[in-house]
């Protein structure tokens, strides 16, 4: 190896497409010793292609802690251990933290790799503009706390971005559209794969998009939305909404006011009165 050799390397892997996988990581793939593997299975494939001679070490969400021990003990003698998951970047909405915080207190080098990662792929590829962006990965399976927790995200002004399953996408989006209002939504789907698509649209047309085509409804979602207006009237607009509603205002009504009294959208508020009222 011409790497430094006693440490744990966290090596990205392709998201689809295997000419993505850097020189720099197969060349430690196919070195070191050790291989700490998401899904053993699903890796052993890769690891055959490159000609890799390294044993693997099963690193899983449900073993994190048994692994990260096993991965030090190869450490403290001197072996190397690359770190991967099923696909992009081990640590990011994936396992691999618990070993890579194991593995600092214990002494030993880490060593992480630039290389494949869902996120960054797709806002490279989004158009959005803004400058900052926060990665929220997963948002909760369950409509209720899915939904508290845009609420809290709903103020940020920077590009949303969320990873989602293929189930979840349909009431995912309609949650975006209900409590985050008017914004733009990129949906990257499938990328690096045959089937790869960039679509953008208005949010609150997003859920008529997808559909549209049940193809559409296929495959790995990463779902970005632009982030909130900052300073506008959006945030008066609703202040003003909320009032009104309190005082039992009925939503139509609540909405046409509010707009009319602060000038923001009549539509986005009428949609964010429902989901308050909700
Ligand atoms: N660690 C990975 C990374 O670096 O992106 C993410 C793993 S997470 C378990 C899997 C999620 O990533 C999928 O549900 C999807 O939201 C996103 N994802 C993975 N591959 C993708 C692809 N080819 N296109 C779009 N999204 C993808």
Known sequence: MTEESAALYVVPTPLGNMGDLTRRAEEILRTVPWVAAEDTRHSGPLLKQLGAQARTIPAHQHNEHEAAAKIVEKLLVGEAVALISDAGTPGISDPGARIVAAVRAAGCKVIPLPGPCAATTALSGSGLL???????????????????????????PCALVFYEAPHRALETVADLASVLGERTLVIGRELTKLFESIHSCPLNEALEWLKGDPNRQRGEFVLMVSGAPAGTEDGEGERVLKLLLGEGLPVKQAAKLASQITGAAKNALYERALALKE
């Open 130 to 156: 803004d400058e900052h962006f926060l990665f929220y990965g997963f948002l909760p399976s369950k409509g209720g706390q899915r939904r508290q927790v845009l609420e809290d995200l709903r103020e940020y």
